[in-house]
């Protein structure tokens, strides 16, 4: 039943452009398997999915089409896959073992190596002393080691003299070896401490002297606090601590 009022060849005019398009455009293009634009052979044949039997793809619609590639197609068989990824493995493992080498945290010692000097000082009350010893700190790890704080204390018959605190000390490189001046003063206000170091009648005023040192070092994002206890003989009544390691 027709619109009143429209002929058929009006109501042609109704088809939306774009359907008009399509229709025109699919009947350029032969059927799917056709030659020369006839369709051949037994059955009912239908036009390529990708280019409609043409050859060529269409303007305009190069995002919308799909390829298909057979199943026993070479480029989805690449050759030597296996010798790749297990060469990549290798690889891997190779990079992951060289920075667990490099980077694994190792020990930093720290060592006395001997004393340098010791210098007596009398006061009416006490017996001032400065006492210089030679440390050694040895890195192995492969990075430099940042020295945070060094902190050395000094006690005499378990009773603590004298504290001295560093933190402008100098990084330790990789692999390295270094050596450190360190000087505490020591105060000793005991009375029978005092009258041992001035007494003239006694020639020799040993005194043994515990050092107890605290080291705090920083490297790959990593702290770490170092301690040693040791022991030393100094002469307390004059200056004639001659230097001498320390054991």
Do not use: W
């Not at 430099?144 to 560093?166: D, M, R, Y």
């Not at 606090?225 to 001498?244: A, R």
């Amino acid at each position: 039943m027709g619109i009143p009022g429209k002929t058929g060849k009006d109501t042609e005019g109704l088809v939306p452009p774009k359907a008009t398009e399509k229709v025109n455009t699919l009947k350029h293009f032969p059927p799917y398997g056709a030659i020369h634009g006839h369709s051949s052979g037994e059955g009912r044949q239908d036009t390529c999915p990708t280019c409609r039997g043409t050859g060529r793809i269409p303007r305009g619609h190069e995002d919308q089409l799909v390829a298909v590639i057979p199943c026993n197609d070479v480029r989805l068989k690449p050759r030597r896959t296996k010798l790749y990824v297990c060469f990549s493995m290798a690889v891997c493992l190779l990079v992951c073992s060289l920075i667990l080498f490099f980077l694994f945290p190792r020990s930093v010692t720290l060592q006395p190596v001997s004393v340098l000097s010791v210098m007596v000082y009398f006061t009416p009350d006490t017996v001032d002393m400065e006492v210089t010893n030679l440390i050694e700190i040895s890195n192995q790890n492969f990075v430099p080691v940042q020295i945070v704080e060094f902190n050395i204390q000094g006690l005499i018959s378990a009773a603590v003299v004298g504290k001295t605190k560093i933190s402008n000390m100098t990084a330790i490189q990789s692999r390295s070896k270094k050596s450190y001046t360190v000087k505490i003063d020591l105060p000793i206000t005991d009375k029978g401490l005092n009258s041992y170091c001035k007494s003239s009648s006694i020639k020799i005023h040993t005194l043994f002297l515990e050092l107890q040192m605290t080291l705090n070092i920083s490297y790959i994002s990593h702290t770490e606090q170092l301690s040693l206890d040791t022991f030393e003989y100094i002469d307390c009544g004059t200056n004639s601590t001659i230097p001498h390691p320390v054991r």
